[in-house]
């Protein structure tokens, strides 16, 4: 069977529409508030996504998560190698300037706090006191504000917090005045 003009330009139009190019998959950094089978109280990942749609994950340790996502790391998730954490205001993960001094810090307490959304002590796995209303999962107050930080579809806390909405989670849990309304319903 013979292609005649008229189908192969419309193909090639379809193709190249607008349409075509927002359903193409994209990779994107986040995290889950599952345990991993390495002992850490929450998940690193690249996402795979497509139309808000979590396609596929690649788990990550917490030092290539930060290597990669502060630009110091090739990534299929940061192609232009840009300092994430900076871009969206997460201060002391990665690499920084202070008073003219280059600062460096891989193990990124904030990376390490996530344990504290889902939990209320660490367990013996992380050192100190969680944020959770309940033992081991956010009390149902909490789990709203979770939900911010999440796309409409994923109505689970347990994630996946992808992109900006993860990196802005990541920095709110920075603020001090945001964790204690987390924590104590402030």
């Known amino acids: 069977m013979r292609w005649s003009p008229h189908i192969a330009c419309v193909s090639v139009l379809q193709l ?3 349409e075509a190019a927002t359903a193409q998959a994209r990779y994107e950094f986040g995290f889950s508030l599952n345990p991993t089978a390495q002992g850490e109280l929450a998940a690193l990942f ?20 930060v290597l990669q ?19 969206y205001g997460i201060h ?5 300037t202070e008073d003219g001094v280059i600062r460096t810090n891989f193990d990124c307490t904030t990376l390490q706090d996530l344990w504290k959304l889902r939990y209320r002590n660490g ?22 504000i979770l939900q911010h930080y999440r796309d ?4 689970d806390w347990h994630g996946p917090y992808v ?8 920095r709110d849990m920075q ?12």
């Open 152 to 155: 409409p579809q994923y109505p």
């Open 163 to 170: 992109g900006k909405d993860a990196f802005r989670l990541l």
């Open 69 to 87: 996502a502060s630009g110091l790391m090739e990534s299929k998730a940061n192609l232009e190698s840009v300092d994430l954490f900076d871009q």
């Open 16 to 18: 190249l529409s607008p």
């Open 92 to 96: 002391n993960c990665g690499t920084w």
């Open 46 to 65: 690249i996402y795979t996504v497509q139309d808000g749609v979590v396609l596929g994950t690649i788990p990550m340790r917490p030092n290539f998560f």
């Open 123 to 144: 367990m013996g796995a992380q050192p100190g006191e969680g944020w959770s209303g309940d033992e081991f999962r956010p009390s149902d107050r909490q789990q709203v």
């Open 175 to 186: 603020d001090p005045t945001w964790v204690n309304s987390y924590a104590q319903g402030g």
